[in-house]
């Protein structure tokens, strides 16, 4: 079975696949597909009519997301893992990762392993827009403190603009990485870049919404997102410069007003870190979504 590589022509394609269920899980994207290509060898085949896509590195192999279609079988799941073998050197490498609940008694019924991985924070997008409440009190007293002590602009993002984000995402990054001796969360932060810096050209060619605040001219906050369905807007970045005090808080406010059509607002995942998480809750999330990580109960021998 020959891989290809993902490009922009395939677009069409994947969106087809993608639209066959409903999906909660951020990573069902366009989006998160072509930024991931700053990161990984993004590479498709067909399986008995299932799309497979895989990301590949330096370390190995893995399917992204379960093979999509309208019904999924034994054979094509077992032949996923047959061509993640042929590139991992260690068969236990091989997994299917941004499985979703609800998927996971399939695979379990099939012999395969099943382990959480992490959960995506959703909220309610009029409370993310309002910040109504004693709980919201302090992200109101951060944006009364922006409006207050900045001359600032709430504007699109335009393919002008990609210079000056990027030199943002590296100020900001600069920034967090000071706050921490982590290595893993520094190795995160550069991860990141490298998947900011693959969107932002395509931004307008990917159905990404983006928005910037401009403060005495000069970008002081970003953001990106897309729709992941027709209630759900999931964000896929936000970058904000942190000596401007309150301006991430505004940002994220005003592109949730803007977003008056959705329902729900997912903001993905923590990482795994603590601070992050700690952010992420501090906005009270209405619903956690679950995803999962699918492997062999027994990896085959290379040998």
């Known amino acids: 079975m020959r891989l290809r590589k993902l490009g922009l022509c395939d677009q069409a394609m994947v969106r087809r696949f993608l639209e066959v269920g409903a999906h909660e899980l951020s990573a069902y994207s366009v989006p998160v597909l072509y930024a991931s290509r700053g990161l990984y060898s993004v590479l498709w085949c067909k399986i008995s009519g299932n799309l497979c896509i895989f990301f590949k590195d330096t370390i190995g192999c893995f399917l992204f997301l379960p093979p999509l279609g309208a019904s999924v079988s034994s054979a094509a799941v077992a032949e996923a893992f047959g061509i993640m073998d042929r590139y991992n050197r260690n068969p236990a490498v091989s997994r299917i990762e941004n499985v979703a609940a609800g998927d996971i008694a399939r695979y379990q019924g099939l012999g395969y392993d099943c ?51 990027r030199s943002l995402y590296a100020r900001w990054s600069l920034q967090r990485a000071r706050t921490t001796d982590d290595h893993i969360y520094q190795g995160m932060l550069k991860d990141s870049s490298k998947t900011f810096d693959a ?92 995803a999962f990580t699918v492997t062999r109960a027994y990896a085959p021998d290379h040998r």
Request: aromatic residues 12%; hydrophobic residues 40%; contains cysteine.
């Open 199 to 290: 969107l932002l050209p395509r931004v307008q060619h990917l159905g990404v919404i983006g928005r910037v605040v401009r403060v005495d001219g000069r970008i002081a906050a970003c953001t990106f997102g897309y729709a992941l369905s027709s209630s759900t807007f999931c964000i896929l970045f936000e970058v904000t410069d942190l000596e401007v005090k309150g301006a991430g808080q505004y940002i994220f406010m005003r592109l949730c007003q803007e977003l008056a059509g959705f329902r729900d607002i997912n903001c993905m995942d923590d990482s795994g870190l603590a601070n992050l998480k700690a952010v992420k809750l501090s906005y009270r999330p209405q619903a956690l979504v679950s």
């Open 115 to 165: 382990r959480h991985a992490f959960d995506e924070y959703v909220y309610s997008r009029a409370s993310l827009a309002s910040l109504r409440g004693d709980r919201f009190k302090s992200k109101r007293a951060s944006v009364n403190y922006f409006l207050k002590h900045f001359q600032s602009s709430y504007e699109p993002f335009g393919a002008a603009d990609v210079r000056e984000c």
